[in-house]
């Protein structure tokens, strides 16, 4: 069969999709008619507010207009990582001082949070904390990792410049300028961790319902009503935890501040772990500085590469993507050109105009929006502020004093990811030496 042919007709599932926990039937039941919180969205954010406002005794309801955890939750890379996409000079051109080294510590202690829950929850999700090594995609890429190195090490983190002659103990290939390791960081399996927080979220008495979508939300008294596929649910508090998959269903002022972007994976088949491991021995977490960067793994097992990207800013098909991104593997490691692809999917990466999450509330209804593609530990740090907060147990955050705006002419669908999506390439283009 010729290499091309192999390209086609792969699964758009997500390879983690075999681990995933879809709901129970009872899920599919009618809403029932009252709770103290409603949650819209069973991903990380609604599941760790699930989890803690139910541990702190109230009835709680989670409504996912899918299967549980259809959106980002179980399609991400797994990556966990506290680094924001503003680096703490950014942070403090933006905001003041104060604000900055806030926002810079919680992204690093949502790690911290990440790890501690799911010791405590006793989530088994192949969580290792292995670090994360950038590489350089061009010699000022490497300059500019090395100068944010010793803003980094004024504020305690841990990193190491890799130079590009020493590379290849992080990473054999050839393509990159150096890079630099973080400590602070590590992988999972993303639907074994949301099967844990189900898990975890049932056994403190949360009530789920699956494939319902909430269609409207009203205020009415000191509570709201919201009207689902399946009959309508009263709830003192509401929690809207919908990300990049909000619809028109969810208010439209959140929507009109959400840019949602289409982010793509592909698994490899298995292969031989060890000639896998050779080729990101201390097996990081991997991300390559350019805009429209590539990431990528060995799954947890060790025996496929995961490999990701955003290979295009217009939908495509899931054999447009498996093309693109095994091409733009086959670059990065050219000994993997022949290596079958099995699984090609994508999801929603939610960002802002900003480039940084938003927590908080509108009309009173609670929010944590805009991860920016580093959700899997911020997203869960957020949920569990916001259940806090809403227990009267704290939950402040520095991300309720980010700026959360948008553009005239933009109502929620990213009319110019395609412009942008180019515009990118052309940099990358520019900044890559040319041979
Ligand atoms: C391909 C990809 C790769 C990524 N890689 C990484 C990574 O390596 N590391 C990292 O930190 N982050 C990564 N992310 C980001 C991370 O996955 C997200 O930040 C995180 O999962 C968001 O969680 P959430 O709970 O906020 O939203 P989601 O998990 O997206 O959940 C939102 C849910 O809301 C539901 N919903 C929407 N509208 C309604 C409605 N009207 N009624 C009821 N339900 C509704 C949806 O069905 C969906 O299940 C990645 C994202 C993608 C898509």
Same mark, same amino acid.
């Given at each position: 069969?010729?290499?091309?042919?192999?390209?086609?007709?792969?699964?758009?599932?997500?390879?983690?999709?075999?681990?995933?926990?879809?709901?129970?039937?009872?899920?599919?039941?009618?809403?029932?008619?009252?709770?103290?919180?409603?949650?819209?969205?069973?991903?990380?954010?609604?599941?760790?507010?699930?989890?803690?406002?139910?541990?702190?005794?109230?009835? @709680?309801?989670?409504?996912? %207009? $899918?299967?549980?955890? /259809?959106?980002?939750?179980? !399609?991400?890379?797994?990556? =966990?990582?506290?680094?924001?996409?503003?680096?703490?000079?950014?942070?403090?051109?933006?905001?003041?001082?104060?604000?900055?080294?806030?926002?810079?510590?919680?992204?690093?202690?949502?790690?911290?949070?990440?790890?501690?829950?799911?010791?405590?929850?006793?989530?088994?999700?192949?969580?290792?904390?292995?670090?994360?090594?950038?590489?350089?995609?061009?010699?000022?890429?490497?300059?500019a990792l090395a100068r944010e190195a010793e803003e980094l090490a004024a504020l305690g983190v841990e990193t190491r410049m890799v130079p590009q002659a020493e590379q290849r103990s992080e990473l054999a290939s050839d393509i990159y300028y150096g890079g630099r390791t973080t400590v602070m960081?590590?992988?999972?399996?993303?639907?074994?961790?949301?099967?844990?927080? @189900?898990?975890?979220?049932? %056994? $403190?008495?949360?009530? /789920?319902?699956?494939?319902? !979508?909430?269609?409207?939300? =009203?205020?009415?008294?000191?509570?709201?009503?919201?009207?689902?596929?399946?009959?309508?649910?009263?709830?003192?508090?509401?929690?809207?935890?919908?990300?990049?998959?909000?619809?028109?269903?969810?208010?439209?002022?959140?929507?009109?501040?959400?840019?949602?972007?289409?982010?793509?994976?592909?698994?490899?088949?298995?292969?031989?772990?060890?000639?896998?491991?050779?080729?990101?021995?201390?097996?990081?977490?991997?991300?390559?500085?350019?805009?429209?960067?590539?990431?990528?793994?060995?799954?947890?097992?060790?025996?496929?590469?995961?490999?990701?990207?955003?290979?295009?800013?217009?939908?495509?098909?899931?054999?447009?993507?498996?093309?693109?991104?095994?091409?733009?593997?086959?670059?990065?490691?050219?000994?993997?050109?022949?290596?079958?692809?099995?699984?090609?999917?994508?999801?929603?990466?939610?960002?802002?105009?900003?480039?940084?999450?938003?927590?908080?509330?509108?009309?009173?209804?609670?929010?944590?929006?805009?991860?920016?593609?580093?959700?899997?530990?911020?997203?869960?740090?957020f949920g569990d502020r916001i259940g806090r907060r809403i227990l009267g147990q704290g939950g402040d955050t520095a991300f309720a004093r980010t700026r959360f705006t948008t553009m005239p002419g933009y109502s929620g669908h990213p009319w110019f990811l395609p412009a942008v999506g180019e515009?990118?390439?052309?940099?990358?283009?520019?900044?890559?030496?040319?041979?």
């Amino acid at each position: 069969m010729s290499h091309a042919a192999r390209l086609q007709n792969i699964p758009s599932d997500p390879y983690w999709w075999q681990a995933r926990d879809q709901g129970r039937p009872g899920d599919t039941e009618n809403v029932p008619a009252t709770c103290d919180v409603a949650i819209i969205g069973s991903g990380y954010t609604g599941l760790s507010a699930a989890y803690r406002l139910a541990s702190g005794g109230l009835k @709680v309801v989670v409504i996912d %207009a $899918a299967d549980l955890g /259809f959106g980002a939750s179980t !399609r991400n890379g797994g990556m =966990v990582s506290g680094t924001l996409k503003l680096s703490h000079k950014e942070l403090c051109a933006a905001y003041d001082r104060d604000t900055a080294n806030a926002l810079f510590q919680e992204g690093q202690d949502s790690v911290l949070f990440l790890e501690q829950s799911i010791a405590e929850k006793g989530i088994d999700c192949d969580y290792q904390r292995m670090g994360m090594y950038f590489a350089a995609y061009a010699p000022k890429h490497y300059e500019a990792l090395a100068r944010e190195a010793e803003e980094l090490a004024a504020l305690g983190v841990e990193t190491r410049m890799v130079p590009q002659a020493e590379q290849r103990s992080e990473l054999a290939s050839d393509i990159y300028y150096g890079g630099r390791t973080t400590v602070m960081a590590g992988g999972l399996h993303p639907a074994k961790y949301h099967a844990g927080l @189900v898990a975890a979220c049932r %056994a $403190a008495g949360v009530v /789920f319902r699956s494939r319902c !979508r909430v269609r409207r939300t =009203v205020r009415q008294g000191q509570g709201y009503v919201l009207s689902t596929d399946r009959g309508s649910l009263r709830a003192d508090q509401v929690i809207v935890a919908t990300n990049a998959y909000s619809d028109p269903g969810m208010p439209w002022f959140l929507r009109r501040r959400v840019i949602p972007i289409g982010s793509y994976i592909i698994a490899t088949e298995q292969m031989d772990s060890a000639k896998l491991r050779a080729l990101i021995p201390a097996a990081r977490m991997i991300q390559d500085t350019k805009r429209n960067l590539f990431y990528y793994r060995l799954s947890p097992d060790g025996t496929r590469m995961i490999f990701g990207g955003r290979t295009s800013f217009r939908p495509i098909s899931s054999d447009e993507s498996a093309t693109r991104l095994h091409a733009a593997m086959s670059t990065v490691f050219p000994s993997l050109a022949k290596a079958r692809v099995e699984h090609s999917w994508t999801g929603n990466v939610a960002f802002t105009f900003q480039k940084l999450p938003h927590v908080g509330q509108h009309e009173g209804i609670h929010f944590a929006l805009g991860c920016c593609g580093q959700g899997v530990a911020l997203m869960s740090y957020f949920g569990d502020r916001i259940g806090r907060r809403i227990l009267g147990q704290g939950g402040d955050t520095a991300f309720a004093r980010t700026r959360f705006t948008t553009m005239p002419g933009y109502s929620g669908h990213p009319w110019f990811l395609p412009a942008v999506g180019e515009f990118y390439r052309l940099l990358d283009w520019l900044e890559r030496p040319k041979s």
